[in-house]
């Protein structure tokens, strides 16, 4: 089955630093992954889909990138309302799997 | 405006079946699909399944294959999602999502808010 796993599991980083999460797909799956950002208490929220396409709404400081097997998702300056976990996704053809999260706070 | 408004906090004992309602306005209901999420206590997002609300198509995890249920009723705009013989496990908060598009399978934008479902002896 198909596996999505996501690096890191966690990282802290101070306001205006830029922010690299990778998300890997075990099976190609062009680019339909999208981006979720959940914070504390909260339902997840879509940021980007397509691999690099933004949400309506979502600030331009997010954006994604990749294709196949490898994404990327990338905060150029990171602020305090950043801080939540952030999901990958695999969509439109099922197994629609989340990856594992990762949580991202402010140094 | 959408809205997805979920049915209230379930508490159940192990090898009982809950379901869980979906009540969506807003929007043209058999237009989009809708999933459903759930995320035990403090992990993170596990995809359950998706129904068409057009024609009733599922697509479930495989993991729960021959514990779940995914419908809809048209006629009142409501998804369900019914599990049986529940476990300890299964204790989560349960969420539906609907489709951002007509044509973009389980690419979730609006979630309802949420219903917890305790499973315990």
């Known amino acids: 089955d198909l596996q999505m796993t996501q690096s890191p599991s966690s990282l802290s980083a101070s306001v205006g630093d830029r922010v690299t999460i990778t998300c890997r797909a075990s099976?190609?799956?062009?680019?339909?992954l999208a981006w979720y950002q959940q914070k504390p208490g909260k339902v997840p929220n879509l940021l980007i889909y397509?691999?690099?396409t933004l949400q309506s709404g979502v600030p331009s400081r997010f954006s994604g990138s990749g294709s196949g097997t490898d994404f990327t998702l990338t905060i150029s300056s990171l602020q305090p309302e950043d801080v939540a976990t952030y999901y990958c996704q695999k969509y439109n053809s099922a197994p629609f799997t989340f990856g594992p999260g990762t949580k991202v706070d402010i140094k | 405006q959408v809205q997805l408004v979920q049915s209230g906090a379930e508490v159940k004992k192990p090898g009982a079946s809950v379901k869980v309602s979906c009540k969506a306005s807003?929007?043209?209901?058999?237009?989009?699909?809708i999933s459903w999420v759930r995320q035990a206590p403090g992990q993170g997002l596990e995809w359950v399944g998706w129904?068409?609300?057009?024609?009733?198509?599922?697509n479930y995890a495989q993991k729960l294959q021959g514990r779940v249920t995914m419908t809809t009723d048209t006629s009142t705009s409501t998804a369900y999602m019914e599990l049986r013989s529940l476990r300890s496990d299964d204790t989560a908060v349960y969420y539906c999502?609907?489709?951002?598009?007509?044509?973009?399978?389980?690419?979730?934008?609006?979630w309802g808010q949420g219903t917890p479902v305790s499973v315990s002896s």
């Open positions: 129904i068409s609300a057009y024609n009733g198509n599922t």
């Open positions: 397509a691999a690099s």
């Open positions: 807003g929007y043209t209901f058999t237009s989009y699909g």
């Open positions: 999502a609907r489709d951002l598009t007509t044509v973009a399978t389980a690419l979730l934008t609006y």
């Open positions: 099976q190609g799956i062009s680019n339909n």
